[in-house]
């Protein structure tokens, strides 16, 4: 059976500035939830193991790590969210869009658009809790080079205004509703009004999701790897 969602009304997508210090903290929230679980399992981590080595996500039963035995603390705080997202949001362009409930009901229709009679099974959420949210920057020669280590993308994007996404997420009860899409559009958009000429992004390849939206959206693999977290790579939109 096919089905079709209507959240127009039911989810809102804003900008938010870094000196809401309310709705900054309740994204901090969202943004731990989101990363919980594969490919990311930032739920715990180990203290004493090797950055990129040392991450357990929601499913691991275990307290202690495996590898040395050490008790596994929680990857996230909302300190160290707060601390990373001032960093962010200070540089240069950076625009931070979240998607908001507005307290109106999510719909389910059939494709020939008769209302189901059924509730969606959508998890009941309050007015104006972030559901989701993106963030993204300008950057500059250097920072590409201190991102990617590659030349050769330098010289590709030699003279032009580059823009990075640095973060996407939407809470697992409202995924696959086109709310990511609608998030990842909009801060397009913004960085087009900006004048930019290309978006930067990266991403792991065993997060499927977003690499489909990634490539829905027009960015292509530049098969360039994260020189840190080699499992990563770089996308790369051309804009208009
Ligand atoms: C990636 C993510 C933001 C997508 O959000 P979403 O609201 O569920 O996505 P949408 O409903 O807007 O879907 C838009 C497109 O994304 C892709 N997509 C979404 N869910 C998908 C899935 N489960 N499998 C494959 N592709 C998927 C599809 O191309 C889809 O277009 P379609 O509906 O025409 O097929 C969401 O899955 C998420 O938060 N994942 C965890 C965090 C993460 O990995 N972020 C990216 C790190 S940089």
């Known amino acids: 059976m096919d ?3 209507i959240v127009l009304e039911a989810v809102e997508i804003k900008e938010i500035n870094k000196e809401d210090k309310r709705k900054i903290r309740e994204l901090a929230r969202c943004y731990i939830e989101i990363w919980r679980d594969e490919p990311w399992n930032e739920d715990r981590k180990c203290p004493t193991c090797d950055e990129g080595k040392n991450n357990f996500g929601r499913n691991f039963r275990n307290t202690f790590c495996p590898v040395d035995g050490t008790r596994l603390v929680p990857y996230w705080t909302i300190r160290r969210v707060l601390k990373d997202l001032s960093k962010e949001l200070n540089k240069k362009d950076a625009t931070c869009l979240i998607a908001e409930t507005t307290g109106k009901r999510i719909y389910r229709y059939f494709d020939n658009r008769a209302l189901c009679t059924k509730k969606s099974g959508i998890k009941k959420v309050d007015k104006d ?4 949210f993106t963030w993204g920057y300008g950057i ?3 920072e590409i080079f201190r991102l990617t280590k590659s030349v050769e993308l330098l010289d590709l994007l030699e003279n032009e205004r580059v823009a990075y996404i640095d973060e996407i997420g939407v809470l697992n009860d409202f995924r696959a509703l086109g709310i990511g899409e609608e998030l990842c559009n909009s801060l397009i958009w913004k960085f087009n ?5 290309s978006i930067l992004t990266r991403t792991n390849p065993r997060a499927e999701a977003a690499i489909s939206l990634f490539k829905k959206l027009g960015f292509k693999d530049t098969s360039i790897k994260d020189p840190v977290y080699n499992e990563r790579i770089y996308l790369l939109k051309r804009l208009e």
């Open 193 to 197: 009004k900006k004048r930019y000429n």
């Open 3 to 5: 089905w079709f969602t």
């Open 140 to 142: 500059d020669k250097e």
């Open 129 to 132: 809790t972030i559901i989701g």
